[in-house]
């Protein structure tokens, strides 16, 4: 079975920045996409950021220019660098996989981690 592990997550303060990582228990050359997605509370889940194997990157809009994803297949694993935080960044952020292409669904999640933004 597929792990995924996030961790870096913490309280920070606006403006500041966090890195989040992801360690798959496969070979992440398996998965031709890769993605972080979030919730915040009382909010539904949404992409921020995605990669394909061939490390062509797609980010949400509100995270354009602040946020970085990338992949390190030799650790197996998935990062997510992100500055230039606001409160609104505040949410559960997921590490995610597929076999298939980015925006065709994910077949493996994470647990989350929680990012914590404050004023």
């Known amino acids: 079975q597929v792990q995924l592990v996030e961790s870096g997550g913490g309280s920070v303060q606006a403006g500041g920045s966090l890195r989040l990582s992801c360690v798959v228990s496969e070979y992440t050359v398996r998965f031709y996409c890769m993605a972080w997605f979030r919730q915040a509370p009382g909010k539904e889940r949404e992409g921020v950021a995605s990669i394909e194997y061939i490390e062509r990157t797609t980010y949400a809009e509100s995270v354009k220019g602040r946020f970085t994803v990338s992949r390190d297949n030799a650790k197996n694993s998935l990062y997510l660098q992100m500055n230039s935080l606001k409160p609104e960044d505040t949410a559960t952020y997921y590490c995610?996989?597929?076999?298939?292409?980015?925006?065709?669904?994910?077949?493996?999640w994470g647990k989350g981690t929680l990012v914590s933004i404050s004023s």
């Open positions: 995610a996989a597929t076999h298939g292409m980015c925006g065709s669904g994910m077949d493996y």
